[in-house]
């Protein structure tokens, strides 16, 4: 994956995302939840590759009470050049990738936190000017392998999801898996 070398430092992206707070199904443990941005001091998870630069973010809410994660997401920005090679013979298109969109425990799946951050990161993805959101969505990818699936969604209802937010302001475009 590939970042942008565009105007948001990897500072200035944390600052954004700390910023985006944090969604009402998990406001009663506000005082016990942190951003992290790498690996570092997180335990009980598979979920690995935390990190953050110019245009490429993969974090988590992390729950320091009970070392545990509840939230990750992972997105990033095809490069100028990147997307100038991609485009040979076509117009060059300009997406941010959601790659990554996941509520850890089951017990807080359908509580709005996924709507929370989608809502968040199609704001982020206008105001950086990208053309669209490209999902792959895939309930069946090898990060999900682990899940009981309690409480999740089939890959019905996960094309569903990411389709209802879909505007001519911001295409969210489905990639076939």
């Known amino acids: 994956m590939e970042g942008t070398s565009g105007n948001i430092s990897a ?11 944090i969604p009402k199904g998990l406001l009663s443990i506000k005082e016990n939840i942190e951003f992290k941005f790498s690996d570092e001091g997180i335990k009980n998870n598979t979920e690995t590759h935390y990190r953050i630069d110019a245009g490429t973010c993969k974090f988590c809410l992390y729950d320091v009470k009970e070392e545990k994660p509840l939230f990750s997401m992972e997105f990033y920005q095809i490069s100028d050049r990147l997307a100038g090679l991609m485009a040979v013979g076509k117009p060059i298109e300009k997406p941010l990738v959601l ?6 425990d089951d017990s807080l799946r359908k509580k ?4 929370f951050y989608m809502k968040k ?5 206008k105001s950086i000017k990208v053309d669209y959101l490209k999902v792959k969505p895939n309930t069946n990818a090898d990060n999900f392998k682990k899940d009981k699936k309690t409480n999740a969604l089939s890959q019905e209802e996960l094309l569903r999801f990411y389709t209802k937010f879909s505007t001519r302001e911001m295409p969210v475009v489905l990639v076939n898996i």
């Open 121 to 125: 990161i199609i704001r982020y993805a």
């Open 99 to 104: 790659e990554f969109l996941y509520v850890h």
């Open 11 to 21: 500072e200035e992206l944390k600052d954004i995302i700390r910023n985006w707070g």
């Open 112 to 115: 709005g936190i996924a709507t």
